[in-house]
């Protein structure tokens, strides 16, 4: 059976999967020259609400805030640098062709049900992503529900405030997660790697600055 399309989202029925035919999108990087219209254009153009392939949406972003930062016009041609990024990440679009996200969570009635958030960031994106991990009788499963990404502001921050933001993206994610499915949780678990983060977490905020508090 053939993919069909629900609400901008691929959906193949016979194996009750998502998937993401990216290879499909008409790139302008065939037009000449390129520009940050046609750049920003083609990122636009797909369409993840759930961000199940957001680890290569954000390349995409990411090469968005490098053309902020150098100040070009709409319809000027970008550098050979920008070029190549973008080479790459149409690359990698082709490559998300091959992912299949089941669309089937498992079975939840009767299960014991359990919400973890996992954050991280780096000196140049953050993000958050939501996992359901689901336990009927001797049977565990974990599936992917939701991921969000966010790209580092052009004025640089510390890494441990960009965990923070992470922090503060995977509550926002979670809220939304439990809004949308309302399902009733066991047990929720947020988990970071950064010692600072979860030293300002478990402080007073008065204690700090406002950005952290």
């Known amino acids: 059976m053939k993919d069909t399309k629900m609400l901008g989202i691929y959906w193949t029925p016979s194996t009750d999967e998502f998937n993401f035919p990216?290879?499909?999108?008409?790139?302008?990087?065939?037009?000449s020259p390129l520009t940050k219209r046609s750049i920003l254009s083609n990122i636009m153009s797909i369409?993840?609400?759930?961000?199940?392939?957001?680890?290569?949406?954000?390349?995409?972003?990411?090469?968005?805030?490098?053309?902020?930062?150098v100040k070009i016009d709409w319809d000027s041609s970008v550098s050979e640098n920008i070029t190549k990024l973008w080479t790459r990440f149409l690359n990698l679009l082709e490559n998300t062709s091959k992912i299949k996200i089941?669309?089937?969570?498992?079975?939840?009635?009767?299960?014991?049900?359990?919400?973890?958030?996992?954050?991280?960031?780096?000196?140049?994106?953050?993000?958050?992503?939501?996992?359901?991990?689901?336990?009927?009788?001797?049977?565990?499963?974990?599936?992917?529900?939701?991921?969000?990404?966010?790209?580092?502001?052009?004025?640089?921050?510390?890494?441990?405030?960009?965990?923070?933001?992470?922090?503060?993206?995977?509550?926002?994610?979670?809220?939304?997660?439990?809004?949308?499915?309302?399902?009733?949780?066991?047990?929720?678990?947020?988990?970071s790697d950064s010692r600072d983060v979860l030293f300002w977490i478990k402080g007073e905020n008065r204690r700090y600055k406002q950005f952290v508090s």
Do not use: M
Request: some cysteine; aromatic content about 10%.
């Open 22 to 31: 990216l290879n499909q999108i008409k790139c302008h990087f065939s037009e």
């Open 102 to 191: 089941p669309r089937y969570y498992g079975t939840i009635i009767n299960a014991k049900l359990e919400l973890h958030t996992f954050v991280d960031a780096s000196d140049s994106a953050y993000g958050a992503v939501c996992y359901f991990l689901i336990q009927s009788g001797s049977r565990k499963s974990c599936t992917l529900v939701s991921l969000k990404t966010r790209v580092a502001p052009l004025k640089a921050l510390t890494i441990p405030r960009l965990e923070l933001q992470a922090a503060l993206l995977g509550v926002r994610l979670a809220k939304a997660v439990k809004k949308a499915h309302g399902l009733e949780f066991q047990r929720e678990v947020y988990w």
């Open 47 to 69: 369409f993840d609400p759930l961000g199940l392939i957001a680890f290569a949406t954000v390349q995409g972003k990411l090469i968005l805030r490098s053309l902020w930062s």
